[in-house]
């Protein structure tokens, strides 16, 4: 660390990228207010702040996507206006998104070529690609195609993508949510080469610990302002937490788990061949989850979390009764609102359009999945009055910040509706509890106390499933942790007998026992 | 130069003005077009849409032409507002004039008293089986409605004109295209003596009602409704799509059936090859019109039964070609989508780039 930042000033003569008073107003909100960065050559600049804070704006303004409204953008020592990536690109920025942009059906020198300006020759860049994988350690085959890549892989493409242009400034949107703690490791030391060679990196994350451990400076932004500058090898975790939330981090209570609860969910080999070319078989999956336990299952995205939940809330229905048990009854085939008969309550991952309608009331959102459970039924009509109170009861518990019972869905950020989400499946006293992403996209704040209701619903009885890719959280409230590597699970362990390190070498398939344990090794390799 | 930009919110009030828009600007149009056709644009005027409502006659066929309207646009509602696009309630229409014009056929000879009541729920399933042919396709093979409840409006139209020309030709009807005229048992009793304004008004009204109580207050039609705003949070909840879909058809089938009984029950009292004048059609833009909302639904069909009743005054006194009414439908119809971008968008000026 000590070294990477000696690099940073030594070569820093004139800053890469200066902006000065930066802003951005959409109509309902400001994104961005008077937002002074400066980045030198070489340097890796984290941009820290919770979700919303205005990162990701700020970013797409100097890549050239979003233009400021005020402010000025100086690109070694001139005024420039970025008028669109391409741009961005010729002047010598690039970025690498946190959604990537590759099209599966194509192979990896087609999907490069594709971003290069006329039409270079296939052969002669799947030479430079070679080349310049194996400068960096990206290894990555140019021939193979997308789909088949792992997120990883995926990943590497993209900034290979980048790198072919020999940028000056690499911009990296929260570049380590879709990967391994061991991917982290080999993603970093990359970019320490290549800030080495007087590249400079805009690194933007919310996790204290990565930043800690890569960047050489830190610009903190909170609602669209810039709270702080700091250097955060000189930081503790803690102190750069209060600058980017203005308070000390919450801490959960969580005693242990009551023992020998009955079995209120049980996969019991559970195999289902995905509907989508590109999504992920399950491979006889097998896990028990008892009362008063919280289960957690951890993994990369897109290792098939997504097909594990519709299985288990029944969107997408199995053909067989046996592999799904909810609370002791073959639920297989049954359909969502037979398993919700049944004591099962589902926080699902997108909240807008799924967990809940956009535009309707929360009152009619509490009705969504709350009718039968809470007694909004008059026969065959709805007590619509039953349901405001409801969802007036569950903005209040759970502190949902919005304009009422009869405020529209879409009218509520992303963090206050998953708020409201978790409140109404909790506040239905389910049996199982299954929850997806809990606190994807949540403020700190939020986040914590979602996760105390989560645990204190444990201790009535109920049994939880957490479905997450962020391992902290995991490891902050789960009893027990499995993983899930390419459509199989591991067994599950107590989380008090394993650590970060064991399930992330997990993450990657390796779980002793795992069959093609040998491929995936090859494959991450 | 101006920019139509996305409203950061959908502006309540342009949704419940738009339809006032459109009629404003309807009237306007017709003005131009009476005047651009050499006629006295005031005269139209009078005519087109005073003249519909000058006495209770007048009034009375008004809400005679509005009643099979209402009543397919509420059933055409229920299924548009869960994204279930029937644009065949034309067809079904006919199939339950056919069916209750095969009991009258059947049994009015008979007197009894139990004939009028059997024709009704004969128009209603005549139509709801109609209605159930795209269902069955849509749920079992994903045919797409659209097109299949459209191209069974064309079976019923040669369906019915088999029939009126084939077997059921009145043998006294001097080779007319139609059936025998139906007995005072398989007629539907006037409301208000001297008019034609039938018991078929009722019957809408009350289809109004129940169309009311189940979109806004029952479970079932909550959940069409979840179902037409996101299809994934509907699966999430567990409602069932085929079933969305069985009920967004019949309905609308069972409504517009009654209709074409309505209407062989009423003021043709018999079948013809002539029996809908496009009703079916029409009520699509009732619907619309009427924000897919009964109450709505109930001001919209009014104002359609005018613009049709208008068409032929205009006809008679204006010698203005049958399609006068269409030209007006269409207006409305256009201007009423014109006004609705307004509902999300508005008109902004921007300074041009340089």
Known sequence: ?????????????????????????????????????????????????????????????????????????????????????????????????????????????????????????????????????????????????????????????????????????????????????????KLFETLRKLAAEGCSILYISHKLDEIQELCHTATVLRGGKVTGHCVPSQETPKSMARLMIGKDLPVCKHDAAKAGGDVRLELAGLSHAADDPFGTDLKDLRLEVRSGEIVGIAGVSGNGQQELLYALSGEAPLAEKFPVRISGFDAGRMAPGRRRRLGLCFVPEERLGRGAVPSMSLAENAILTAARTRGFLRRTLLDFKAARAFAAECIERYNVKCGGPNAQARSLSGGNLQKFIVGREIMQDPKVLIVAQPTWGVDVGAAAFIRQAIIDLRNQGCAVLVISEELDELFEICDRMAVIAKGRLSPAKPAAETNVEEVGVWMSGMWPGAQGAAEVAHVEA | MWKLEPRPEASNRMRYASPAVAVVLTIVGGMIVFSTLGKNPLDGFRIFFLNPVRDINAIAELLLKATPLMLIAVGLAIGFRANVWNIGAEGQFLMGAVAATGVALGFQNTGSALVLPAMIVAGAIGGGLWAAIPAVLKTRFNANEILTSLMLVYIAQLAVSWLVFGPWKDPAGFNFPQTETFTDAALLPILIEGTRLNFAFVIALAVLAAGYVFMQKSYAGFKMRV????????????????????????????????????????????????????????????????????IGIFFASLLMALLYIGGEQAQQYMNLPSSISKVFQGMLLFFLLGSDVFIQYRLRRVATAK
């Open chain 1, 1 to 185: 660390m000590m070294d990477a930042q000696g690099g940073a000033q030594a070569s820093g003569a004139s800053p890469r990228l200066a902006l000065t008073g930066i802003t951005k107003i959409y109509p309902t909100v400001v994104a961005n207010e008077n937002v002074d960065l400066t980045v030198m050559p070489g340097e890796i600049h984290a941009v820290l702040g919770e979700n919303g804070a205005g990162k990701s704006t700020l970013m797409k303004m100097i890549y050239g996507v979003v233009r400021p409204d005020r402010g000025e953008m100086r690109w070694e020592g001139n005024v420039v206006t970025v008028a669109n990536p391409a741009h961005a690109r010729e002047l010598g920025i690039g970025m690498v998104f946190q959604h990537f942009s590759l099209f599966e059906t194509l192979s990896v020198v087609e999907n490069v070529a594709l971003a290069l300006p006329g039409r270079p020759d296939l052969s002669e860049l799947a030479e430079r690609i070679r080349q310049v994988s194996d400068k960096y350690g990206l290894p990555v085959d140019p021939r193979r195609n997308v789909h088949s890549l792992s997120v990883g892989e995926r990943q590497r493409v993209e900034i290979i993508r980048c790198l072919l242009q020999t940028p000056k400034l690499l911009i990296m949107d929260e570049p380590t949510s879709v990967l391994t703690p061991q991917a982290v490791r």
């Open chain 2, 227 to 294: 179902a037409g705003e996101s299809a994934a949070a509907a699966r999430y909840a567990g409602f069932s799509a085929t079933g969305v879909i069985w009920i967004g058809l019949l309905a609308g089938g069972a409504a517009a059936g009654l209709a074409g009984m309505a209407e062989v029950a009423g003021p043709v009292g018999q079948l013809t090859d002539k029996i809908s004048s496009g009703y079916g059609f029409a009520a699509i833009i009732v619907a619309f019109v009427g924000r897919l909302n009964p």
